[in-house]
Each structure stands twice: as C-alpha cells, then as structure tokens.
C-alpha cells in the first residue's frame, strides 16, 4: 500500500479516534472520519495484546495487503483506523479479506 494512502502521524490517529465514527463487526472495529484532504488514507491500530511483534507486523502485513486490493471500496476523502480483535489471529487471509470487506460495505453502504 503506498504511503500516501497511509494514515502514518500519531496526530492523524487522534484527529479520528476523537471525531471518527466507530463501525464493528465480530473481528475488527473501524473507526471512520471524514477528511478535508483529497483521497483517502488507512492506519492500523494494533496493541501489544494482540502479541508479539512477529504477529502483530504479519496481520499488519495481511491487512495492508487486503487493502490495497480492495482500495475501490473506500469513498474518496475518508480516513479510517484500523482496530483487530484477538480472534483475528487463528483467522486466513480469506477469511480476513471477507470480514474487512463486509464492513467496508457497512460503512460505506454499498
């Protein structure tokens, strides 16, 4: 995923969680904002609970990868924080892909 569609500073990551909207399902929480900048960016919110650090940079790697292939699904002009639950580690990158993609279409109602 590039960088540009990235939400990369911690001050991005408080400007969402602080007025963003929060969207769930049964393995990830998406907190969404609307953005004055032109297209869209993605950040990932992965806490230490989750797991190591292998574990958490290889959803974090499955996740921008599931990303960028379904970047079309995403509304020009949001920012959206990322936030896995603990259940999304026994889950394949099938699944995963499924699950980002039904709340996708929830947030964007498609």
């Known amino acids: 995923m590039e960088k540009n569609k990235r939400l990369r500073s911690n001050r991005d990551f408080r400007i969402v969680y602080r007025h963003g909207k929060g969207y769930f399902n049964k393995n990830f ?26 574990e958490r940079n290889k959803l974090k790697r499955r996740l921008k990868e599931i990303f960028r292939h379904n970047f079309d699904l995403i509304k020009d002009g949001y920012d959206i924080v990322v936030i896995p639950r603990q259940n999304t580690k026994k889950l394949t990158y099938e699944e995963l892909e499924k699950s980002v993609k039904h709340l996708l279409n929830i947030v964007f109602k498609r």
């Open 29 to 54: 929480t998406f907190v969404v904002k609307k953005s004055k900048k032109q297209g869209s960016r993605v950040g990932f919110s992965i806490t230490k609970k989750y797991g190591n650090a292998v």
